[in-house]
């Protein structure tokens, strides 16, 4: 193949994946806020709303459980429910572990073997009744809360997420059963 032709193929396969990883919500994401207490993260999350991806569409009743493991590692257990909040229910089973020990609020989610992604606690709640999660490219966000959200508890939390220099119009707010 003739350099200018490699060239020109290099640059369309990168242009073609930076399409592919779908837009970014914030360009600078920030770095956690505040240092993470496990005992008290791990537990029950609702999700309120979040940057709509193609491994969650469709998805309505989500939560997220976490839960210490024998070995260290995180047990991350989310469930969707496909369609409606009553619809049929999807799992996806993984682990996560820690890679800032300074804080906690860095972690590593993996679902699929060796695969492992960022999962950032970048603000909390001091009484951990709501999380805001993302991650270092800026393309994922997710608003959680400790019970089911009311109308007010996604408005704070996406003025919390607009606050740390997050597209909040890219939320899409996640349906869950009437509180």
């Avoid at 969707?80 to 009553?86: M, N, P």
């Avoid at 999807?90 to 989610?109: C, F, H, I, P």
């Avoid at 009744?129 to 490219?137: A, T, Y």
Wanted: proline share 7%; net charge positive.
């Amino acid at each position: 193949m003739k350099p200018s032709l490699l060239l020109a193929a290099a640059v369309g396969a990168l242009g073609l994946s930076a399409c592919v990883a779908g837009p970014v919500g914030n360009r600078n994401p920030p770095q956690p806020a505040k240092t993470v207490d496990l005992d008290r993260y791990v537990g029950r999350w609702y999700e309120v709303a979040r940057y709509d991806m193609r491994f969650e569409k469709g998805c309505e009743g989500v939560t997220a459980d976490y839960a210490k493991r024998p070995d260290g590692l995180i047990r991350v257990l989310n469930t969707c429910h496909q369609g409606a909040v009553d619809g049929p229910v999807k799992t996806s089973e993984g682990k996560a572990k820690v890679v800032d020990t300074a804080t906690n609020a860095k972690l590593k989610v993996s679902f699929f073997g060796p695969f492992w992604g960022d999962y950032w606690v970048l603000d909390h709640a001091d009484d951990y009744s709501w999380s805001i999660v993302g991650e270092g490219s800026g393309r994922y966000l997710w608003l959680l809360s400790r019970k089911l959200p009311t109308e007010a508890d996604r408005a704070a939390l996406t003025a919390r997420a607009k606050a740390l220099g997050y597209d909040v119009g890219m939320l899409r707010p996640t349906k869950q059963p009437t509180p």
